[in-house]
Nanobody, 122 residues
Framework: QVQLVESGGGLVQAGDSLRLSCAAS????????MGWFRQAPGKEREFVGA????????AYADSVKGRFTISRDNSKNTASLQMNSLKPEDTAVYYC???????????????WGQGTQVTVSS
């Protein structure tokens, strides 16, 4: 079965950087667009960014544009989210997800990881 496993979360201070990774198995990784979403306590899950199958196209939420970068390595079945200049409002559980369509909508993503906590202190 499809399995997506996020790692790399933690507790950091404002202005620090973190790199999240998503290891995929049970699917033809290069056939899927990958997305990153986050959910803060009491809030709905929100789109962070997405990367196309080949990595040739990316999209970001306005709130993270210029600070976060998504990449992927199809030879290793992994996707990454580099987060720089972190802010307290970035605090959330971060999820990676796989979709057949390049989309910002969580409904388009059929497989999800369990999430990794990112906490940014001020």
């Amino acid at each position: 079965q499809v399995q997506l496993v996020e790692s790399g979360g933690g507790l950091v201070q404002a202005g620090d950087s973190l790199r999240l990774s998503c290891a995929a198995s049970g699917l033809t990784f290069s056939g899927y667009n990958m997305g990153w979403f986050r959910q803060a306590p009491g809030k709905e899950r929100e789109f962070v960014g997405a990367i196309s199958r080949s990595g040739g196209a990316t999209a970001y939420a306005d709130s993270v544009k210029g600070r976060f970068t998504i990449s992927r390595d199809n030879s290793k079945n992994t996707a990454s989210l580099q987060m720089n200049s972190l802010k307290p409002e970035d605090t959330a559980v971060y999820y990676c997800a796989a979709a057949l369509i390049f989309s910002k909508e969580p409904e388009q993503y059929r497989s999800w990881g369990q999430g990794t906590q990112v906490t940014v202190s001020s």
